[in-house]
């Protein structure tokens, strides 16, 4: 897969990760960009996030964005914003960039120091590798994912959006360690791309979650350098998330253990935010995340998750279905339970709700809970 037309990537082994894996990378744009950002909620934000917030409301354009993985650079001090700083001013002097010209991504172990002299070493290397390929850089901002994650969507006049992220634990968005990165040649208009994106993130990634934990370093950005000219605004933005959409159900599906994707699809809420959030504590659930893992269609679970959620409902107007089969509607329904069981087996796992309640729908994307996810988390760091 290529970036869209002027932007290049570099990535190398810079020595951030014990692995020797490559850690450091960059994207960089041959022109000025026009962009969105949403950072996390967190309150112990990392600096990068932090950062990247104040470039923001700045509205200054960009041109490019560097990530090292391995150390997330979170409580670090006055320190940790230094390094920040440092990591982003090093790169807009090696590629010739006004300042603030370049964000900032950390990912990895929080509570660690940057290594700088690797980082600075590293990032005077980066000018020497630059191409148009994704996969390099897909890969270096990988932590505990097993795989890459890219997507792309062109449009009717030529331009083309290409996106990338990461993450597979500590994942519950609120806008995981996640970040997600989508990159254009269109021409868009910065203020209506801004006025957009919370919506998008809203409904893509905001309704992702692998474990209940929120990261200190959750990102999602937009850039577009107009390389391509201008575009139709709408078309952009139904392809801009339809982008983000499936980066969302990548990382669901990659969640640390994991070995299915759950898909709860909410409708008849009270309104739309509703409805993401019955849908969201569907997915983030143990006990319906665990009957998933065990072909279980124990749909009491969904019953429970959606009753806590907050969200408005008419039982007995309230309908269920697994895997495309009816298991409640108001009461409960005869079923095949060991059909269903059987069904339940397939790579994606997808809970039908009906709140009853409204005309509103939304969707939120999870995984199964299995062992493994406590064997990856007990042995982190050690």
């Given amino acids: 897969m290529k970036f869209p037309q002027g932007f290049r990537s570099a990535a190398l082994a810079a020595g951030i990760k ?40 700045s509205t200054r354009p960009v041109r490019a964005i560097v990530v090292n993985a391995g150390n997330a650079n979170a409580a670090t001090g006055r320190q940790g914003a230094r ?18 010209a370049a964000l900032t991504a950390s990912t990895g172990i929080i509570g660690h120091l940057l290594p700088m002299d690797r980082v600075l070493s590293g990032l005077e290397h980066l000018p020497d590798d630059l191409s148009d390929d994704v996969g390099a850089f897909a890969t270096a901002i990988m932590t505990t994912d097993t795989r890459p994650k890219t997507a792309t969507a062109t449009l009717s006049s030529g331009a083309q959006i290409v996106g990338t992220a990461k993450g597979s634990g500590m994942i519950h968005p609120d806008m995981a360690t996640m970040f997600a990165f ?20 809203s409904r893509t990634f905001n309704a992702v979650t692998v474990d209940g934990d929120t990261s200190t370093n959750d990102m999602a950005v937009a ?80 019953i429970m998750a959606v009753g806590r959620s907050g969200a408005a409902v008419n039982v007995e107007a309230m309908t269920v279905s697994v895997q495309g089969v009816p298991v409640f509607a108001g009461k409960p329904l005869d079923y095949d339970a060991r059909a269903v069981s059987e069904s339940m087996k397939a790579e994606e796992v997808v809970f039908e709700v009906n709140l009853g309640a409204g005309e509103a729908h939304g969707e939120a994307w999870g995984c199964d809970l299995s062992g493994d996810y406590v064997v990856i988390n007990a042995e982190y760091t050690t």
């Fill in 182 to 201: 989508a990159f254009s040649d269109a021409q868009v208009d910065q203020a209506a791309l801004r006025e957009a994106f919370p919506g998008i993130v």
């Fill in 83 to 100: 390094d920040n700083r440092d990591m982003a001013e090093a790169a807009e002097s090696v590629f010739e960039l006004p300042r603030d």
């Fill in 223 to 302: 850039i577009c350098n107009g390389a391509a000219g201008e575009v139709d605004l709408a078309e952009f933005l139904t392809a801009l998330e339809t982008v983000m959409r499936d980066l969302a159900r990548q990382i669901a599906a990659d969640g640390e253990g994991a070995t299915k994707l759950l898909t709860v699809q909410v409708s008849g809420a009270a309104s739309e935010q509703e409805a993401l959030t019955a849908a969201r504590t569907c997915c983030v659930s143990p006990l319906l995340k665990s009957a998933v893992h065990g072909n279980d269609p124990n749909w009491g679970r969904v």
């Fill in 18 to 57: 014990p692995s020797g894996k490559t850690d450091l990378s960059c994207v960089v744009s041959d022109r000025p960009c026009s962009w969105a950002f949403a950072g996390t909620r967190s309150t112990t934000a990392a600096a990068c996030v932090t950062r990247n917030r104040e470039v923001y409301a």
